[in-house]
């Protein structure tokens, strides 16, 4: 890892190498765990404590941002998972000179005010909109953004990911007429953990 360099500064590829390091390193565990989905599983990814790492959102906005297309003009996700993606995307898109405005979507509507689901600024009718996740399982928590964001007039065609499980969540993605990207592959953490095993630690 290229500790010394600020990740800011790295270039993307030793970047995407570093963040895979950070998430074996603080985000992947094996044992027994039961998903938001319901299923059981023998291991857990927890994405919050990549994105919320000072250079895990770093890192998260660079990679994220090429692959977002040039005509979709916010980001945007469901909470909490896709709150600080969102963020980094965002603010890192700033520093290219990019507008991405930054749209978060309650699991609930809010109770008081507006009562409304999203949050942020208005966008006019039929602005493109990219929608971003940590971990994709089932597909179903990106599924749900995007419904939320067409209900409110946007327009909705791509969803990226940090991890793809491989649960099913490309292939309803593809029903559903979505392009989809994961900058990981579940087969890819899970090997990089098994050469660290071990040897890891905190932070990077």
Request: charge should be negative; charged fraction near 15%.
């Amino acid at each position: 890892m290229s500790a010394s360099v600020p990740w800011v500064n790295l270039d993307l590829p030793t970047l995407r190498q570093n963040l895979l390091h950070l998430f074996c390193n603080v985000a992947y565990k094996e044992g027994d765990f039961t998903l938001s989905s319901g299923q059981s599983s023998s291991y857990y990814i927890n994405g919050k404590l990549v994105t919320l790492h000072p250079q895990g959102a770093v890192a998260v906005g660079r990679l994220l941002l090429p692959q977002i297309r040039p005509s979709a003009i916010a980001v945007s996700g469901l909470t909490l998972g896709a709150d600080p993606m969102v963020s980094a995307t965002s603010v890192v898109a700033a520093y290219e000179g990019r507008d991405l405005t930054g749209l978060l979507i309650r699991k609930e509507a809010k109770g008081h005010g507006t009562q409304a689901y999203l949050e942020g600024p208005t966008l006019p009718p039929g602005s493109e909109v990219a929608v971003l996740e940590d971990v994709v399982t089932t597909g179903q928590s990106a599924l749900k953004a995007v419904q939320r964001l067409r209900d409110a007039g946007y327009t909705v065609t791509q969803i990226l990911a940090l991890v793809d499980r491989n649960q099913g969540g490309a292939a309803l993605y593809q029903g559903e007429g979505l392009e989809f990207w994961s900058l990981f592959s579940l087969a890819e953490v899970q090997s990089h953990w098994k050469t660290l095993d071990g040897n890891l630690v905190g932070s990077p």
